[in-house]
């Protein structure tokens, strides 16, 4: 079955839902793991040319000799796609997720620009490498991430077990509630590391399909096929153990389409990115498919796919974070078992709300959003 939802108008039960599912008394506590990289960015605004449309051009025609843009310099920020995860993690439940951060956030300890970042938003972190570096060069629509990506390769299962010790990481599997894994694009080695969690896990007595495991694998044009091609083959034994989300940006998912038969790449209208979630559904042994294009966002699972529209920003303050807070929704949707309508409704208004804003909203601010959303008196700034 294929639902396509034009309108956040065409979604008044699930509204309601969502506001019967996140009051003050129902918000559950979580508890949980995410990993596993750790970036440093730099972030640069474009002025001029300022959007990408421009830019592209410009480069193409300056080959050869050379060219000056204006920018504007906006300093230093944590950055990766987990700790940004696991800050909007904390941020929506409102302190009441219990998250342990594992990833590349330090040499020995935890660097300064991390301490300050994740201060009160995680309750353990695990550092196993320095963290890497990006250059995001931030357009008005989209941005380019020039990145360094030396440290990624210290990710390992052997540096995992070096840091925390089979107990602790014992002790973190028996009681979560969820694994959040993203960034696998840019960490050669961090396959043998979901892997092992979800293997464990099952070896710990954990009930299957107890744990809801996220993954997003960020841009990943530069893995070679046979990279793709095992990351599908340890997909199943992950799903076995637990209940597997799989998430895209719509230009990742083209690419996945194309490695499994689809010809998707430029068709950004719902119905075609519907049916790309469907096909990569059929493709990957997961359950559930998301795709989160700017416009809004697709879920495919074994009985159904559905598209459901998003808050869309014209000229975003910020997008770099965008996709972590969409994955943060769409989690703690379904934490809370929300339906996958609810679910990528509320991955779609976290991000849209990070945009305008800078900052990830708390449930009681999501749901007001959501309302006036819904009224058509979306504002661009918040």
Known sequence: MKKIYDSIQDLDETLSDL????????????????GFDGFV?????????????????????????????????????????????????????????????????GKDQVDPIFADALEGKT???????????????????????????????EITLDRLLEVMGQEEIDSQLRSCDFISAVNWGKLPYVGDIWSYLASRSAELSRTPKEILFFMD????EHRDSADVQKLQDRLGAITRQCTTLLSFN??????????????????????????????????????????HPNSGAACATAEQSIYVPGPH?????????????????CLAAALHGIDDIGMILLGNATSGYFVRSGRTPSFPQLLEFLDTWAQGTLPERL
Request: proline share 4%; net charge negative; charged share 25%.
């Open 19 to 34: 506001h019967s599912a996140l009051t003050e008394d129902s918000i559950r506590s979580t508890k949980g793991l995410v």
């Open 41 to 105: 960015d730099t972030f640069i605004r474009m002025r001029n040319p300022a959007s990408m449309e421009e830019f592209g051009p410009k480069v193409a025609a300056a080959a050869g000799i050379a060219a000056s843009y204006s920018v504007k310099h906006q300093g230093d920020k944590f950055g990766g796609n987990g700790p940004l995860f696991a800050a909007a993690l904390h941020d929506l439940f409102h302190g009441k997720a219990d998250v342990s951060y594992i990833g590349a956030l």
């Open 123 to 153: 309750s353990k972190i695990f550092t196993l490498a320095p963290p890497a570096h990006s250059d995001c060069l931030e357009f008005s629509d989209g941005k380019i991430m020039l990145g360094d990506f030396d440290a990624c390769d």
């Open 217 to 220: 694998l960020a841009e990943f």
């Open 250 to 291: 719509l230009k990742e998912a083209w690419q996945m389409g194309d490695r499994v038969g689809g010809d998707f790449k430029g068709k950004k209208d719902p119905e075609s990115v519907c049916a790309l979630a469907a096909l990569l559904r059929e493709h990957l042994d997961v359950d559930k498919i998301i795709i």
């Open 313 to 329: 920003c014209k000229e975003p303050l910020i997008s770099t974070g965008a996709g972590d807070n969409f994955g943060a929704g």
